[in-house]
T-cell receptor, first 108, second 116 residues
Framework: TQLLEQSPQFLSIQEGENLTVYCNSS?????LQWYRQEPGEGPVLLVT?????EVKKLKRLTFQFGDARKDSSLHITAAQPGDTGLYLC????????FGAGTTVTVRA | DTGVSQDPRHKITKRGQNVTFRCDPI?????LYWYRQTLGQGPEFLTY????????KSRLLSDRFSAERPKGSFSTLEIQRTEQGDSAMYLC??????????????FGAGTRLSVL
């Protein structure tokens, strides 16, 4: 059983559209990480959020950490085919608990 | 390349054989983690080391699994008498234990194990 629930499980959009991926938990986390993983590769760290209510921007990606530090979201503006991948959220002080991921496909 | 390195990238073995994977962490990182990822799931924690000490093992790590980090640098994960259910991607990660980057884990590319 994964402590972190991600939704949706799959997302397919056209290039230029926006998308949001959600990560929810009943547990409080001191920090949450977002990773992107491509097939056959390991997860690549995108961002770490540590403060409740925090918003971080990474070019077209916006990450938000909920006030209660139980949930997070990832918003991508004007998605590009290069954004295609499996987006994973993870939390924990040392051993990470991962969500099952959201598979994002951006069609050209 | 100063990232986490894993070897081999792919391993195909027959049921009952033993396999060993190697992980070289980022050089200044004192923590090293092993995870397992099956299709459609996120990675699941197996075990972790701080320097050469193995500090925690998951219930997922049966008696057939053993991990070592003898000199506090690289680590090996051995699976004895492999079973088809061991087929998965085995991921290694490393992190610092203090400072601003404390506990931020960086992953290797993984070893894909297929047990026939």
């Amino acid at each position: 059983t994964q402590l972190l629930e991600q939704s949706p499980q799959f997302l397919s959009i056209q290039e230029g559209e926006n998308l949001t991926v959600y990560c929810n938990s009943s547990s409080v986390f001191s920090s949450l990480q977002w990773y992107r993983q491509e097939p056959g590769e390991g997860p690549v760290l995108l961002v770490t959020v540590v403060t409740g209510g925090e918003v971080k921007k990474l070019k077209r990606l916006t990450f938000q950490f909920g006030d209660a530090r139980k949930d997070s979201s990832l918003h991508i503006t004007a998605a590009q085919p290069g954004d295609t991948g499996l987006y994973l959220c993870a939390g924990g002080d040392y051993k990470l608990s991962f969500g099952a991921g959201t598979t994002v496909t951006v069609r050209a | 390349d100063t990232g986490v390195s894993q070897d081999p990238r792919h391993k195909i073995t027959k049921r009952g054989q033993n396999v060993t994977f190697r992980c070289d962490p980022i050089s200044e990182h004192n923590r090293l983690y092993w995870y397992r990822q099956t299709l459609g799931q996120g990675p699941e924690f197996l075990t972790y080391f701080q320097n050469e000490a193995q500090l925690e093992k998951s219930r997922l790590l049966s008696d057939r699994f053993s991990a070592e980090r003898p000199k506090g640098s690289f680590s090996t994960l051995e699976i004895q008498r492999t079973e088809q259910g061991d087929s998965a991607m085995y991921l290694c990660a490393s992190s610092l234990v203090s400072g601003r980057a404390k506990n931020i884990q960086y992953f290797g590319a993984g070893t894909r194990l297929s047990v026939l």
